[in-house]
């Protein structure tokens, strides 16, 4: 497996090695041994899959009092996937990266906590797996708005995104209340 560092740190992403020959193909997506060989000692103690149709954006999303790890993947079709800071005192606040995940890259990204994240589906369709370093909590359930300026994330969607109700009333990242913001060195 690959590692490759993004524009924020702990943010990364992993491309597994993939072995073809005539029957097919193979992939280890996952060695927690490894992972801890590049400093990430996470234990992931849920696994959700989600279908999102062409044109969905989810997010940006978190938790404060159980903040999530994640680490992301695409089974089936392509997505953009997002990593915002949101963690106060933190040099990149408010900075945000990306990567295309997609069934024929394999690629995963990690999220360590103390990030809001979010997806674009750029095909027609997408299956996003992944695992979470901590339980849902929907009474923890947070959000930063996924089309904030002060922010600029680019999705890449083409024409206006499909986007939850839920989704379209979280506030912008300068709106947000101190209290309901990770505090960068927390995690």
Not at 56 to 63: D, K, S, T
Not at 70 to 77: I, S
Not at 156 to 180: K, N, Y
């Amino acid at each position: 497996m690959r590692r490759i560092e993004m524009a924020l740190p702990g943010v990364v992403v992993f491309e597994p090695v993939v072995h073809e020959d005539a029957r097919g193909w193979f992939a280890e997506t996952y060695r927690a041994s490894l992972l801890a060989e590049w400093g990430i000692h996470d234990r992931f103690v849920q696994d959700n899959h989600s279908f999102s149709r062409g044109g969905v954006v989810r997010g940006l999303h978190y938790q404060l009092r159980r903040p999530q790890s994640k680490l992301c993947r695409v089974v089936r079709g392509e997505v953009l996937d997002v990593a915002v800071d949101i963690r106060r005192g933190s040099p990149t606040f408010g900075r945000w990266t990306a990567v295309r995940l997609s069934a024929d890259n394999m690629r995963h990204m990690y999220l360590p906590p103390g990030y809001a994240h979010g997806f674009a589906v750029l095909s027609d369709g997408a299956d996003m797996l992944y695992k979470c370093g901590d339980y849902y909590d929907a009474a923890d359930a947070r959000g930063i708005a996924w089309n904030d300026p002060g922010i600029g994330v680019d999705w890449e969607v083409c024409g206006p995104p499909t986007v939850s109700e839920a989704d379209a009333r979280w506030p912008r990242l300068a709106d947000a209340r101190p209290e309901d913001l990770p505090a960068y060195g927390d995690a």
